[in-house]
């Protein structure tokens, strides 16, 4: 794999990533209403309780928790801007990117990043690696001793990834055309998002989310019978 020096997010990825889920109502109101997502909550919520200062990056405008469990939230995405009505008054929304995050050293308790790491695709799969390498890294930046970095990811087993990896190329081919309005993604294993995380942070682990009937798959409704792709929860702290 290529180290994070390669590490750039393809323009085309992100400007789909921007246009789908900067102004998808339907997208947010499954996240709050789909099974799958309230299991994803009651992993994330204890986790972030009690943080100073949250740092939501990826957020697109989704709180998928309760916002009330964290003193000073900050929301962070390339589709959002300081224009943008927070829900409510301890959420800030700004405009950014986790490959360069805009945020001093050691400013925050608790950085988290939901559904993001499948998301900063590169122009093949080893910088779209780098991507997420850098990600972790940018994370690791700005939070203080001791904070925390909640991950809640997407995974595919390896035989999955193994295919995945071999469509990736015809994939982001097919969302460059009208016949595909989400932008192209790649889920890695457990194992690897475990490793990238384990390659900057400590104390790493990481615990399956039950899977509710339904998911999200490429903004589709989905049943989880028919996904290979499971929900894991990575936690980790800044030494």
């Not at 904070?147 to 469509?167: D, K, N, P, Q, W």
């Amino acid at each position: 794999m290529n180290t994070t020096q390669d590490a750039q997010q393809d323009a085309l990825s992100a400007a789909q990533n921007s246009d789908y889920f900067g102004a998808n109502e339907l997208y947010a109101r499954r996240i709050e209403s789909l099974d799958t997502y309230r299991e994803i909550r009651r992993a994330i919520e204890p986790e972030i309780k009690g943080a100073t200062r949250l740092l939501d990056v990826g957020n697109g405008g989704v709180f998928g928790y309760d916002t009330s469990l964290a003193e000073q939230i900050v929301g962070i995405d390339i589709c959002l801007s300081d224009a943008q009505s927070p829900p409510a008054e301890n959420v800030t929304l700004r405009e950014g990117t986790a490959l360069a995050l805009d945020e001093p050293d050691g400013s925050c308790d608790c950085v988290l990043e939901v559904s993001l790491f499948h998301h900063l695709i590169g122009s093949d799969v080893a910088s779209t690696f780098s991507n997420i390498s850098l990600a972790v890294e940018e994370a690791y930046r700005v939070l203080k001793p001791g904070g925390r970095f909640v991950v809640m990811e997407s995974c595919v087993s390896e035989r999955t990834f193994a295919i995945e990896r071999r469509l990736f190329g015809v994939l982001r081919q097919i969302a460059r055309t009208p016949l595909m309005r989400h932008p192209a993604t790649i889920q890695f294993t457990r194992t690897t998002v475990a490793q990238i995380i384990d390659n900057t942070f400590d104390n790493v682990s990481s615990e399956p989310i039950p899977m509710g009937r339904w998911v999200l798959q490429f903004g589709r409704l989905w049943p989880t019978a028919l996904t290979p792709a499971r929900c894991y929860l990575f936690t980790a702290t800044r030494l």
